[in-house]
């Protein structure tokens, strides 16, 4: 166990899971959550539902076999998973209309994410009692991990279609309330760990000198409940400045920079549902 | 790259995870790990890559009888007793391919445990190589 890496009890997990519940309105897609922001966003773009803009921290996986994709589940469980696209289909949905929020700054209301929700797969997987951390561990080496104890959902349609190959087609994540780059695309495996797991934000930071202390601050930070705001935009600030020439808020701020302009999603063997895709970027 | 830790053995997955003569492509704290489960007892982790176009071993065969991987992409033999190469890509010879790595690895109760080196650890190996020099004084060493 690391010695910066920040944990929390579930009782601190569950608290800002519920100072994420924001009013429950109805809107003209249906009832729609909010989730309060730590801090006024400065102008959010509201961006319109069919321009959802694809943004990743690391470069997109390349290939996805569909022949040989499982869904895996492993480490402190009794009933290891390993399913295909179509056993995961047949697991009991769950739908939700979510609003997301991606850097917190391009704000996209009213996703209809239909999936499974995740107590489904921990008492499928029955995990041992002290197994606090999961890690999700994603095609193209990217991985995230959260406390065990929060709402989570993994995502496999989007409006009713299935979703978009530059959004995680075939399984992404949604952890509501938490920054969209915490929330997983290309979803493969999910390792149940014994304590906190260093995902790709701790190591990536971390080797590019960031503070542990305001890592940590951050990590415990939730959208909406209180961190300090000086750890949030010094997290930013770093984060803008090592991801500058990556992370675009605009779509066609990647124009003539040497990078990728066009589709920011893999090509897909053996599955046809996406076999004519084009983003318009 | 290491992230500093306090332990050096991290949790790698259950042992009845690991079938007898199976694989596993696993997560170990911040590092990718292949276990071989050889025997009952013997499990070997190791890099989980070929050394020769870095495919993933995962995909190969293993034979538990002579102990040795093959690459499913161009069939490299790895033996995985020392982590030698055996056998090169494409049925040629074994070449000057290095060893693979493998992990020191433990098992307690159920559950199997791999042993990552600390940052002191990775400095003193790197201290050990020597430090490139310029062009000549290597010979100096």
């Known amino acids: 166990m690391s010695s910066w ?20 309105g109805v809107g003209d897609k249906g009832p729609t959550k909010r989730y309060p922001h730590a801090y006024p966003i400065p102008g959010p773009e509201t961006r319109a539902q ?3 803009p694809a943004f990743t921290y690391v470069p997109p996986p390349a290939v996805i076999d569909m ?6 589940t492993y480490g402190l469980v ?31 209301t009213g996703h209809r994410f ?18 606090e951390w999961i890690l999700f561990e994603c095609d193209g080496g990217h991985s995230v991990s959260h406390s065990i104890h929060k709402r989570m959902m993994l995502v496999y349609r989007r409006n009713g279609e299935p979703i978009d190959p530059s959004h995680g087609y075939p399984l992404r994540a949604w952890i509501p309330g938490d920054w969209g780059g915490l929330n997983p695309k290309w979803v493969r495996r999910i390792k149940f760990c014994e304590s906190r797991d260093p995902d790709f934000y701790m190591t990536y930071f971390r080797q590019h000198g960031a503070d542990p202390a305001i890592l940590a601050a951050v990590y415990k930070s939730h959208v909406g409940s209180g ?11 770093f984060f803008y400045k090592t991801f500058w020439w990556d992370v675009r808020h605009n779509p066609m701020g990647a124009r003539g920079k040497g990078i990728a302009t066009g589709l920011r999603a893999p090509m897909y063997i053996g599955d046809d549902t996406w076999a004519n895709y084009k983003t318009c970027l | 790259m290491i992230v500093d830790s306090d332990t050096t053995w991290h949790f790698a997955c259950k042992l009845n995870q690991l079938p007898l003569g199976g694989m596993k492509h696993v997560r170990v704290f911040d590092t990718e790990v292949l276990l071989v489960r050889a025997s009952k007892e013997d499990i070997v982790a190791m890099e989980p890559w070929c050394p020769h176009n870095w495919a993933p071993l995962v995909d190969g065969k293993f ?15 790895i033996d995985i007793k020392d982590g030698e190469i055996t056998r090169g890509p494409n049925g040629g010879p074994a070449g000057h391919y290095e060893k693979c790595f493998r992990f020191p690895v433990k098992v307690e109760r159920d559950r199997i445990y791999v042993h990552l080196k600390t940052p ?11 430090v490139p020099g310029i062009l000549g004084s290597d010979a100096l060493k």
């Open chain 1, 5 to 24: 890496i920040p944990l929390q009890t579930e009782a601190e997990v569950l608290e800002s899971e519920r100072a994420k519940e924001g009013f429950v």
């Open chain 1, 78 to 108: 009794n009933n290891p998973l390993s399913l295909t696209y179509e056993e995961l289909k047949a697991l009991p949905t769950a739908s939700s209309v979510e609003d997301h929020t991606c850097d917190d700054q391009i704000l996209t």
């Open chain 2, 63 to 77: 034979n538990p009888g002579s102990m040795k991987l093959t690459c499913c992409e161009h069939g490299m033999q």
């Open chain 1, 114 to 131: 239909e999936g499974i929700d995740f107590r489904t797969i921990i008492e499928l997987t029955q995990p041992d009692p002290d197994c």
């Open chain 1, 50 to 52: 069919r321009a959802w």
């Open chain 1, 227 to 237: 961190a300090p705001i000086e750890a949030i935009n010094h997290f930013l600030g």
């Open chain 1, 67 to 72: 022949r040989k994709w499982r869904f895996e």
């Open chain 2, 120 to 130: 002191q650890e990775v400095d003193a190996y790197y201290a050990q190589c020597g």
